[in-house]
């Protein structure tokens, strides 16, 4: 139990510190828009596949996703951030049910199924977030980018969903080469775990 424990909160902080740091700096008005999502759910999805791997627990995902929309709310300290913490919270949600569903496909079977199912997961998440935000102008009047035309719209599910399962396709790939060729396996302390979670709340607080 210790361990399991202990991976869920050292890959919980890790996605957090994550979403403080690069998503941070994925925000800036220099980066374009479409970028940050390219980008972290490939990243959202490699943590939890390799805590999958750890823990063969989906409720320890869940539990994973939990942590990260948790040390994400911390920036509603400010009132000013409230959409901007709200909406990256339901994302990590969405992205971690999402791979929930889908994790047993890309860990157990060939490459081929594994693209599909990647693929998929990367489409259904971006599907999903639309269905959120859909609701959200219903609610508030407010409309997405990605709602603003069904241009918009079908770039934003399915070429960048594609563009963006490639991606995670390929991190995956890098990843799990690596592992089988150094046959490395390094444990997760709890003490490390929750140093880590000291500082994603750090740095979610301060950045």
Known sequence: MKKMISVVLFYGA???ILEATLGYVLQF??????????VMFPIAMVLLISAYLKTGSK??????????????????????????????????????LVVVGFVTIIVNKPWKQKAMAVTAASISWRLLYMGYMGGQFVTTGFVHNHLSSSLAFVEFVLLQ???????ALALYYIIDFLKVRMHTFIPIQFTTASAMLVLAVVLTIYL
């Open 161 to 167: 969903g594609i563009l963006s399962g490639g991606i």
């Open 29 to 38: 008005p220099f980066v374009p828009f479409f970028v940050s999502g390219l």
């Open 14 to 16: 890790l996605w957090g």
């Open 59 to 96: 409720q320890s995902l869940v539990a994973i996703g939990v942590i990260a929309a948790s040390i994400k709310a911390l920036n509603l300290i400010s009132p000013m951030h409230y959409w901007r913490t709200v909406n990256p919270m339901v994302s990590i949600m969405i992205e971690t």
